[in-house]
């Protein structure tokens, strides 16, 4: 049978490792996709050294390959928004099928492009959007196809987990662990993207898509970075049992739909706080299965190329055996009569437990307002930690409350910053018992 012929934009650390999968891997992926799929093209804009492109056409135009008509599938893996939005629908309305890494762009402008593939009855395929070489967007828009889905936990952001991972194991501020990240190559020179959640919220974005059945919605997720957590807060987490964690969350709940990135107090004996370094991990709560966990390398050169090659079988399949119905975008059937509508909740309204800690003038009646504020609220306290004053004659205090509504959480911490005895804002951080996976 006639290959498959890709063209491969970007050559970068992803596009290196997928170029060097599926020509190392060449005769094992023909033998599984049932014809042989060979690289016709390559853009880059500055050549991988350790890629050999020997015999193969390359340009700096990613355009020429989304133009070329000796290309089946386009590869985009040049990352950003604006250049590859318009690259992926140049591809597709030359009739391409289209491979992605690029979770942005699937979170931020998947909707349109799914709408465009449809009507040009082409793939689109994002499996190394998320979680790089963990396969969790098959497992759940088809191996838990019979499930509702309940929630979605998931570390999905390596970066973040290596950092908070080395702050509570050795004890360490978040500068000088973001620094080392930075020098080995974890954290970009620019880190905002990771450590102040926003590749996580364009990761969950598109798993709570799928799991749900609702449109993309990644301006509606709440998302909150992991750069004012300390090492004391580590620490006190550890005293009261828990680890910290930078946690994307989706929820289904009778309002609508909690979607929210933030650092998270979870047991110490869940999976999910076992997951360290670099590593990625998701938890799925399905209704008929229970509790599943993915687990692996979430970034990486072959890892996520990996994945890419993935979907390329998966392409490669379609062309072979040209059948007229495919596994959905995102897991539901259509592009809009079976989309749902459940509301994304403002996260005001969510319902969580808290971690306080704030600093108190070492004076009696302190910690009594401070209780009185959170009783008139509504919030219950679990646990109270209060240490020894510091040399400036400040007590710090550490709370652990119940579950409660975050509109009465803010208004209590914004009482409670208010009072004269308390030396500058609090430190609030969510917690997730995530008792279902006992």
Not at 94 to 117: D, R, S, W
Not at 239 to 264: D, M, Q, W
Not at 268 to 284: M, P, Q, T
Not at 291 to 301: D, H, N, R
Request: overall charge negative.
């Amino acid at each position: 049978m006639k290959p498959v012929r890709v063209g491969l934009c970007g050559l970068g650390t992803v596009g290196g490792g997928t170029f060097n999968v599926l020509t190392r891997n060449a005769d094992d992926i023909a033998r599984r996709a049932g014809r042989p799929i060979v690289i016709e093209q390559v853009a880059y804009r500055s050549l991988n050294p350790d890629c050999d492109i020997t015999g193969i056409k390359t340009t700096q135009d990613v355009f020429e390959v989304a133009n070329n008509p000796d290309v089946d599938v386009l590869v985009e893996l040049i990352g950003g928004y604006d250049v590859a939005r318009e690259l992926v629908l140049t591809a597709i309305e030359n009739g391409k099928h289209v491979v992605t890494a690029n979770k942005a762009l699937i979170a931020v402008y998947g909707n349109e492009i799914f709408q465009a593939a449809h009507k040009k009855g082409v793939i689109v395929a994002f499996e190394a959007a998320v979680a790089g070489g963990i396969p969790v967007i098959k497992s759940l828009r088809e191996g838990l196809g019979a499930n509702r889905i309940e929630w979605v936990a998931g570390i999905i952001n390596g970066t973040g987990n290596y950092i908070l991972t080395h702050m509570r194991d050795e004890g360490r501020a978040f500068e000088d662990v973001l620094a080392e990240a930075q020098a080995l190559g974890y954290a970009e020179s620019d880190p905002t993207f990771d450590v102040e959640g926003i590749d996580a919220a364009h990761k969950l974005t598109i798993l709570a898509s799928i799991a749900y059945g609702v449109p993309l919605q990644f301006e509606k997720a709440y998302t909150e970075g992991i750069s004012r957590v300390t090492a004391e807060d580590v620490e006190q987490a550890d005293n009261l049992g828990y680890v910290i964690k930078h946690l994307g969350i989706s929820k289904r709940t009778e309002a609508g739909l909690e979607l929210r990135v933030h650092p998270t107090l979870i047991p110490k004996e869940r999976l999910l706080a076992n997951v360290h370094g670099v590593k990625n991990a998701i938890a799925v709560m399905g209704d008929a299965v229970g509790p599943t966990l993915y687990y692996g390398a979430g970034a990486g050169a072959e890892p996520t190329a990996s994945a890419v090659v993935a979907d390329l079988l998966d392409v490669a399949r379609d062309i072979t055996t040209a059948h007229h119905y495919r596994v959905p975008y995102l897991a539901f059937s259509g592009i809009d009569e079976d989309v749902s509508q459940l509301p994304i909740m403002p996260m005001e309204d969510i319902v969580t437990a808290y971690y306080l800690r704030l600093l108190a003038v070492d004076r009696p009646g302190v910690l009594a307002r401070v209780a009185t504020i959170l009783s008139e609220q509504g919030i219950s306290i679990e646990a109270l930690i209060q240490k020894e004053a510091t040399e400036g004659e400040l007590v710090p205090i550490i709370l652990l409350t119940h579950r409660t509504r975050e509109k009465q959480m803010n208004e209590a911490i914004r009482l409670i910053e208010s009072l004269a005895d308390i030396a500058g804002p609090l430190t609030r951080i969510r917690v997730e018992s995530l008792d279902e996976q006992e």
